[in-house]
């Protein structure tokens, strides 16, 4: 049995900081405090911070691959990506694409399910695309949007049960209804996103049994077409409802780039904490030079460039995904928009386990839990990352 102890850490509690020691024995934490490690590896921190791993619910791609690639090593490629940021736990994403790429995509995420070496854990899957409004379709590219019913959902849910699977659907599509009632027993997770429904649409899917909203603020606006109308009075959409339902969850692109720090500041007020997710939203060219990039599948999904640190479409004039890490969310919501450490520690780990329920498992410093672990500095830079105990280089 292996056994580390970190000694002279600041550990990162949900709700607090503490000074003190976390003992690991054989992948999980098994003492906090002041443990008495016996025979162990020691880790001397000098004060630095230890959090837990963070969890990312909305990732594509990393280090030059995207998970629309359809291979196994593109999967590894952006796992190992994200573990340099602090990511230790992730749903990959999928894009719009070709019918045969989600099944090759859907395909390798049960394949990967659980260990990567050296790279974050797959711990679920996040059927993202061919379910969204195609006017609210952002930069992804124009490919098989479908209308839910039993033909595809029975060909791409084989996934639910096995793991976390997650589908976004925006609830003003055809058979919209239909899909969530059918499946949220069965145990998939239903995502509102990439829509411009209504308000009393988003009041329907709550009842459905939808309860997270993908990317708060992002591609869920349609206030020009609103404006053009003529409809007075004004309505009501994704944006309000999100913010207006406490049965929703939500996340937010904290990269500085998407949204403002008054954005930032509004989403975490009515959301608060453990309803308030960061994710990365990020696409292949995390850690690579300014350029441009396939977003999806390479060389069959949509060009779009790196510039100043986030996604832009081809001519500059719209985001497009974005290109940064969790430990950039985490230092953004912090730094930025002025949200207590514990709280956007706990923003980036133990809220987005919990919303795809592996909380017992993960997302906190407890006994008995994962040592999925991140050592970050003061300025709250990543220096080593943990998974299961094991350090990752």
Not at 211 to 216: A, G, I, N, P, S
Not at 278 to 306: C, H, I, Q
Request: charged share 20%; glycine share 10%.
């Amino acid at each position: 049995m292996s056994r580390t102890v970190f000694t002279n850490a600041t550990l990162v509690f949900p709700d607090r900081l503490h000074r003190g020691s976390l003992l690991v024995e054989d992948k999980r934490v098994s003492a906090i405090g002041n443990p008495n490690p016996g025979p162990a590896a020691a880790v001397d921190l000098e004060g630095m911070y230890l959090a837990p791993g963070f969890v990312d619910l909305h990732v594509h791609g990393g280090d030059g691959a995207d998970f629309m690639d359809g291979t196994a090593e593109a999967f590894r490629t952006v796992c190992r990506c994200h573990a340099r940021h602090g990511t230790t736990s992730l749903t990959p994403t999928s894009t719009v694409a070709r019918t045969d790429r989600y099944t090759r995509f859907l395909d390798l995420c049960g394949e990967l399910h659980g260990d990567v070496p050296g790279g974050a854990r797959v711990v679920g899957s996040h059927f993202y695309g061919p379910y969204f409004a195609r006017p609210a379709r952002g930069c992804h590219p124009d490919q098989d949007f479908l209308t839910p019913d039993a033909d595809n959902a029975g060909r791409f849910f084989h996934l639910a049960g096995r793991m976390p699977f997650v589908v976004t659907v925006a609830p003003e599509i055809p058979n919209a209804e239909w899909l969530v009632r059918t499946y949220a027993d069965r145990g998939v997770r239903f995502n509102a996103g990439h829509s411009f429904a209504t308000f009393p649409q988003m009041e329907a899917a709550v009842g459905w049994g939808v309860r997270h909203v993908d990317h708060l603020f992002c591609a869920m606006s349609d206030r020009a077409r609103l404006r053009q109308s003529q409809t007075y009075p004004m309505r009501a959409g994704v944006m309000e409802a999100t913010l207006y339902f406490d049965q929703l969850t939500t996340e937010v692109i904290a990269d500085g780039k998407h949204l403002t720090a008054e954005l930032l500041r509004v989403a975490y007020k009515f959301k608060g904490p453990d309803r308030l997710a960061l994710v990365t939203d990020s696409m292949r060219a995390v850690d690579l030079p300014d350029g441009e990039y396939w977003f999806g599948p390479d060389g069959a999904g949509e060009r779009v460039r790196k510039m100043d640190g986030v996604g832009v479409t081809p001519d500059g004039t719209a985001l497009a995904s974005g290109v940064m890490g969790m430990d950039h969310g985490v230092r953004t919501m912090h730094q930025l928009a002025g949200v207590p450490l514990p709280e956007a520690v706990r923003m980036a780990s133990l809220t987005p386990a919990r919303i795809l329920g592996i909380d017992r498992d993960t997302g906190s410093l407890e006994v008995g839990k994962r040592a999925d672990l991140v050592v970050l500095d003061s300025d709250l830079n990543v220096k080593q990352v943990y998974i299961g105990g094991l350090r990752v280089v």
